[in-house]
């Protein structure tokens, strides 16, 4: 972002600010005082800051999560962007041609987003598996074909599957792998939703059973 700033001659500024849940909205209205131009959220972040808005995007509102904002006029003004984002990168890799069966780890508001986005690119067969029942229940409404499945079976669907989707928090700290006991196969693919500079556990482990996996 930085560099695109300075490309473009713009006077801005592009920083990480670590922000515990309890004090979001405090650091909304922070940065709103200060005169920010807006400001990304990221998980665990995503549905809260949604709930804060004083306006959503029709995307926003569908998928009941914010990775966007925008502060216009003392107004916050949220959008997604995380499913468009996926569906390009998805296409422009190839990564879904020949996928039949697809399994999205979490349901938060990046879970939300690939599940819209594996509807949108036409997967047949996509399942949601979380430690919350009722919220993987709820995410899996954004696609047509996809049901919700208990996560003490999310090994045994990623092994069936094509494509995996890890959009939960594990793995962030370079030790935790959502999948541990899953023996990749070369016809499968992973994406790590997963924000970190070295490959994550999981992507490692894919790689190494020959699976094409992108984090």
């Not at 005082?33 to 306006?55: F, S, W, Y």
């Not at 996509?126 to 229940?137: F, P």
């Not at 541990?180 to 992507?203: E, F, I, K, N, S």
């Amino acid at each position: 972002h930085n560099a695109a700033f300075v490309e473009l001659g713009i006077d801005a500024h592009y920083v990480a600010l670590p922000v515990r849940p309890e004090e979001l909205a405090d650091a909304l209205a922070g940065l709103r005082a200060l005169g920010a131009l807006g400001a990304n959220v990221t998980m665990p972040h995503k549905q809260t800051a949604a709930a804060l808005m004083d306006e959503l995007s029709p995307v926003a509102r569908e998928l009941d999560a914010v990775n966007t904002i925008s502060f216009v006029e003392q107004r916050t003004i949220g959008d997604n962007t995380d499913a468009a984002g996926l569906r390009a990168f998805l296409a422009s890799e190839g990564v879904v041609a020949g996928v039949e069966r697809a399994v999205v780890l979490g349901a938060g508001g990046a879970a939300r987003a690939a599940v819209a986005a594996l509807d949108a690119l036409g997967i047949e067969g996509v399942t949601v598996a979380a430690r919350r029942h009722e919220a993987a229940r709820r995410a899996a409404r954004l696609g047509v074909r996809a049901a919700p499945l208990a996560w003490a079976r999310a090994a045994e669907a990623a092994a069936r599957s094509d494509l995996v989707v890890n959009a939960t928090p594990l793995g962030r700290d370079g030790v935790a792998d959502p999948l541990p006991g899953l023996m990749w196969a070369p016809r499968q693919r992973v994406v790590d939703l997963v924000y970190r500079a070295a490959p994550t556990p999981l992507v490692a482990r894919a790689r190494a059973g020959g699976a094409r996996a992108w984090d």
